[in-house]
């Protein structure tokens, strides 16, 4: 079984920054993933990394802002998100892949963590 724990969400004024947090447990993975999901709205791609090699595919509308990065000692990845804006508002949830292919569907991830909330203010 695949636990995953994400932290580091909270209250931001618009232009700041924060750092997300999954960590993961149970049996290795190939491949994480960042989501987020803002009321009303459907759950939307943000980010996908592999955990051997690195490699990484961001959505269009987060490209240059955010970085999502991995520690394969922690077995932790991270979501580092610059010049936030009030678009960004969303649950953000953490999600592990069995196959290392980057691809940017939901579907395509096994498992979920519960998300944490980030909200930008204006």
């Known amino acids: 079984q695949v636990q995953l724990v994400e932290s580091g969400g909270g209250l931001v004024q618009a232009g700041g920054s924060l750092r997300l947090s999954c960590a993961a447990s149970g049996r290795t993975l190939s491949r994480m993933g960042w989501f987020r999901q803002a009321p009303g709205k459907e759950r939307e791609f943000v980010a996908t990394?592999?955990?051997?090699?690195?490699?990484?595919y961001y959505a269009e509308s987060v490209k240059g802002r955010f970085t999502i990065s991995r520690d394969l000692a922690k077995n932790t990845v991270f979501l580092q998100m610059n010049s936030l804006i009030p678009e960004d508002t969303a649950v953000y949830l953490c999600?592990?892949?069995?196959?290392?292919?980057?691809?940017?569907?939901?579907?395509?991830?096994?498992?979920w963590g519960n998300g944490t909330l980030v909200t930008v203010s204006s």
């Open positions: 990394i592999t955990w051997s090699g690195g490699g990484t």
């Open positions: 999600a592990g892949a069995k196959s290392g292919v980057l691809t940017r569907n939901a579907y395509d991830m096994d498992y």
